[in-house]
C-alpha cells in the first residue's frame, strides 16, 4: 500500500527527515511513535502534500504510483487521508458541504456520479450516530467553535464518510478524554479492513490499547530506529525514549 | 482639477436650473446648494476622508441630469415576495404603486403635494457630505417614503437603473425614509445600469427613525462596470430606535459612499454591515461615521472586503462618542482580503471618545487567503480553485448571513458567486 524509502525532507530550509524508511502493508495498522520533535508532524504533512514541506531526496510509492508527483487534492482523491492534529475552523463553510464536495471530488476522480443526496445524507447520518456527534454540527461552520474533542472526532467523522484507502491520523488522541478516545478509538477500529491501511502517529501509548497496531515503529531525529510489534510500544511505555536516543546517536 | 470642475458644476447648473424641478427642490435651495458646493470645493484625495476615493472621474463628467430618457428600462432582478418595487430609470420614477401599503405613504416629490423642503431638513452640513450638495442642486426626483406611527411591517424595493453614458448626464436618486414611533420597515434598494451605462450617479438618501422604530435598510451596489457612483446616507436615530444597514457592493468602477449616522436618542441601535467585492481596476470606498450623542447608545460595526485584480477596497470606520453619551457600546469588526499582488486594501478603524465609562472594541485585519485554511480543503480533495472560491465566500458570509430575508439572501449569494466566476464551483451552495 505504502512504501518510503530513503525519505529526506526539510522545512524552513531545516532537513527534518532522514533517510526514512517505512512500508505499510494494505490491511494493516502501523504506529509510528517518537519524542518531540522527532518528525511526526512532518511525515504526516508530507504524506499529504502541504506546501513548504520540501522532499529532497527518497520515494514515496503508494498503490504503486508515486505519490510524490501529486498534488494534495489528487493524493486526498486517490485515497489518502490526513487526520489533522490541530484541524482548522473555517467559518462560513458548513459541514455538510464539505464533507459532500469531498465526496463528490473523490468520486468524480473515479468516473463516477455526484452522489445521490438522499444516500449522502444516510450515510452521514450513520456515521454521526457512530461517533456519538450531534446533527446540528452539520450546518455548523466547519469545526467552527468545536472543541478540541469534537474537532478530532470531526476529523474521524470525514474519514469514515470518504473511507480513504490510507489514512494518516496525526496524534488524533491528543487532547481527548478517555471517553472521547474510545468513540475515536471505536471510530477508527470500524474502518480496519483488508483494504486498508492506518499510520497512526501518537506520543502515548494509551491509543493504541484502543487500536491495536500490526506494528509500532520508532521514529527519532528523523528516521526509524526501531520497528516491532505492539509490545514495542509498551516497552516504550516503560523506558522511555531516552534509551533508544541514545541507541540513534 | 476641483476649481476647474466646480465651474463646470456652476455652468452646467447655470444652464438647466430654470428646467429643474421645482417641488422636488426649492429653486433657492439648489441655488443656496450650487454656492455652498463651489464655496468649499470638491472632495480631493489630499483630504484624510477622500484619500482613496478615485475622483479623477468626475472630470470627465457631465453633471448636468440627463435629459432625453432612454425608454429602455434594463433587465430587473427577480421580484422579492412581499415588497413593493418602485422603479427609477435615470433618476426619474418610472413605475411603482402610490400609497400601496396600509400605514405607509410613498410620494415622488415631482407630483403636486408639500414641498420637499418642510420635510427633507438641511443638508447635512460636514466636509464628507459635499456631494450631497450635488444632488441637491441636480435632483429631478425624490421619493418620500413615511412609515406611520404603530403601523404593521412593511417592506419597499427601490431601484435606481441607470441607462446612459456618462457624457449625456447624470443621475441624482434622491430617497427620504421616515419612520414615525414604532413602526417599522424594511427598504431595500438597489443601484444597477444596462451594461453600456456609463454614468455618473450622485444618490442623497436620508432616514429618520422614530423612537422605538426599526428600520431594515439593504443597499445593493451593483452598477454596470463603468458608471461612477457616488452616495451620501445620513441617518438620524430617536430613543431606543434600531437602524440595521447593510449595503453589499460589487459593481461601478468607482464607488464612494458616505454615511452618517447620528445616534441621537437613548438607546439607540446602529449595525452597520457593509461587503465589497471588486476586481480589475474597480475602487470601492466607504466612510461611515457612527456618532453616539445620547447615552446607552450601540453600533455594532463588520466591514468584509475582497479585492483582487488591481483593485482597490477602503472601509473608513470612525466612532465618535460625544459627552453625553456615556454608556454607550460600540464594535468594530474591519477585515480585508488581498487576492492578488496589485490588489489593495485600506481599513482604518477610528474612535474618539469624549465621555467616560463607554465600551468599545475593535479589530481590523487585512492579509491574503489563510493557507491553512486552503490546504486543509485540499487534502479533502477540494480543487484548489474551489478551494479559494469557498474560502472568499466565507469571508463573506460574516455580513450575507446577516440578511434576514432568504429570497434575499440567495439573490445576493447568487450575484456575488457570479462576481467571484465561481457560480459553477460554487453551485451547491446556491
Not at chain 2, 441655488?31 to 455652498?36: D, F, L, M, S, T
Not at chain 2, 400605514?103 to 407630483?111: E, Q
Request: charged content about 25%.
Amino acid at each position: 500500500m505504502l512504501k518510503i524509502e530513503n525519505l529526506h525532507a526539510t522545512v524552513d530550509g531545516k532537513e527534518i527527515l532522514k533517510g526514512l524508511e517505512l512500508e505499510v502493508p494494505a490491511g494493516e495498522v502501523h504506529a509510528v511513535m517518537g519524542p518531540n520533535g522527532s518528525g511526526k508532524s512532518t511525515l504526516a504533512y508530507v504524506l499529504a502534500g502541504r506546501p513548504g514541506y520540501a522532499v529532497t531526496a527518497g520515494r514515496i510509492s503508494f498503490q504503486g504510483q508515486d505519490l510524490l508527483a501529486l498534488s494534495p487534492e489528487e493524493r486526498a482523491r486517490a485515497g489518502v487521508f490526513l487526520g489533522f492534529q490541530y484541524p482548522v475552523e473555517i467559518p462560513g463553510v458548513n459541514n455538510v458541504y464539505l464533507l459532500k464536495a469531498a465526496i463528490n471530488a473523490a468520486r468524480k476522480q473515479r468516473g463516477e456520479p455526484e452522489v445521490d443526496a438522499f444516500e449522502f445524507l444516510t450515510l452521514v447520518r450513520e456515521k454521526m450516530r457512530l461517533m456519538r456527534m450531534d446533527e446540528s454540527m452539520l450546518s455548523r461552520g466547519v469545526n467552527e467553535g468545536f472543541s478540541g474533542g469534537e474537532k478530532k472526532r470531526n476529523e474521524i467523522l470525514q474519514m469514515l464518510v470518504l473511507e480513504p484507502r490510507l489514512a494518516v491520523l496525526d496524534e488524533t488522541d491528543s487532547g481527548l478524554d478517555i471517553d472521547a478516545l474510545k468513540i475515536v478509538a471505536h471510530g477508527v477500529n470500524t474502518l480496519r479492513g483488508p483494504q486498508r491501511s492506518l499510520v497512526l502517529v501518537t506520543h502515548y501509548q494509551r491509543l493504541l490499547e484502543h487500536i491495536v497496531p500490526d506494528r509500532v515503529h520508532v521514529l527519532v531525529n528523523g528516521r526509524i530506529v526501531r520497528s516491532g510489534d505492539r509490545t514495542l510500544a509498551l516497552e516504550l511505555e516503560r523506558r522511555g525514549y531516552d534509551w533508544l536516543i541514545g541507541e540513534a546517536a | 482639477m476641483s476649481s476647474a470642475v466646480t465651474e463646470q458644476i456652476r455652468k452646467e447648473y447655470g444652464a438647466v436650473h430654470a428646467a429643474l424641478p421645482a417641488s422636488v427642490i426649492e429653486p433657492a435651495r439648489r441655488a443656496e446648494a450650487i454656492e455652498r458646493l463651489c464655496a468649499q470645493g470638491l472632495p480631493a484625495t489630499r483630504e484624510e476622508n477622500w484619500r482613496y476615493t478615485n475622483l479623477r472621474v468626475l472630470e470627465h463628467v457631465r453633471f448636468a441630469p440627463i435629459e432625453t430618457q432612454s425608454q429602455a428600462v434594463p433587465p430587473l432582478p427577480e421580484a422579492l415576495p412581499g415588497f413593493v418595487r418602485y422603479v427609477f430609470v435615470d433618476g426619474l420614477l418610472r413605475s411603482g404603486a402610490a400609497g400601496s401599503h396600509p400605514g405607509l405613504t410613498v410620494r415622488s416629490l415631482r407630483t403636486p403635494g408639500p414641498s420637499s423642503s418642510a420635510t427633507w431638513g438641511p443638508c447635512p452640513d460636514f466636509p464628507e457630505a459635499r456631494l450631497a450638495l450635488l444632488n441637491e442642486a441636480f435632483a429631478t426626483d425624490a421619493l418620500l417614503i413615511e412609515a406611520h406611527a404603530n403601523a404593521a411591517p412593511a417592506a419597499i424595493e427601490l431601484v435606481f437603473a441607470a441607462s446612459a453614458g456618462a457624457q449625456a448626464g447624470a443621475s441624482y436618486p434622491r430617497v427620504h425614509v421616515v419612520l414615525e414611533a414604532s413602526a417599522e420597515l424594511i427598504v431595500l434598494e438597489r443601484h444597477m445600469g444596462a451594461p453600456e451605462a456609463a454614468s455618473l450617479v450622485n444618490s442623497a438618501v436620508r432616514a429618520d427613525v422614530g423612537e422605538n422604530a426599526r428600520l431594515t435598510h439593504y443597499r445593493l451596489q451593483h452598477c454596470a462596470p463603468r458608471t461612477a457612483w457616488f452616495d451620501t446616507l445620513t441617518a438620524q436615530l430617536a430613543a431606543q430606535a434600531r437602524y440595521h444597514l447593510l449595503t453589499v457592493g460589487t459593481g461601478a468602477l468607482t464607488a464612494r459612499s458616505t454615511v452618517h449616522v447620528r445616534l441621537a436618542g437613548a438607546g439607540a441601535e446602529l449595525a452597520l454591515s457593509a461587503a465589497a467585492l471588486a476586481d480589475r481596476q474597480q475602487s470601492h470606498d466607504m466612510y461611515a461615521l457612527s456618532e453616539h450623542v445620547a447615552p446607552n447608545t450601540r453600533t455594532t460595526e463588520t466591514f468584509r472586503g475582497i479585492a483582487s485584480g488591481r483593485a482597490r477596497v477602503a472601509f473608513n470606520g470612525k466612532i465618535a462618542v460625544r459627552e453625553r453619551a456615556g454608556g454607550s457600546d460600540s464594535r468594530q469588526s474591519l477585515r480585508g482580503l488581498l487576492d492578488g499582488p496589485e490588489a489593495e486594501v485600506d481599513l482604518r478603524p477610528q474612535l474618539e471618545i469624549y465621555t467616560d465609562e463607554v465600551r468599545c472594541s475593535h479589530g481590523a485585519t487585512a492579509g491574503k487567503l489563510d493557507q491553512n485554511m486552503l490546504f486543509y480543503l485540499l487534502s479533502r480533495g477540494i480543487a484548489p480553485q474551489t478551494a479559494q472560491h469557498l474560502l472568499k465566500w466565507a469571508f463573506l458570509e460574516d455580513v450575507v448571513a446577516k440578511i434576514e430575508c432568504a429570497e434575499l439572501r440567495r439573490q445576493i449569494e447568487r450575484d456575488l458567486a457570479s462576481q467571484m466566476s465561481a457560480a459553477a464551483t460554487l453551485k451547491e451552495l446556491l
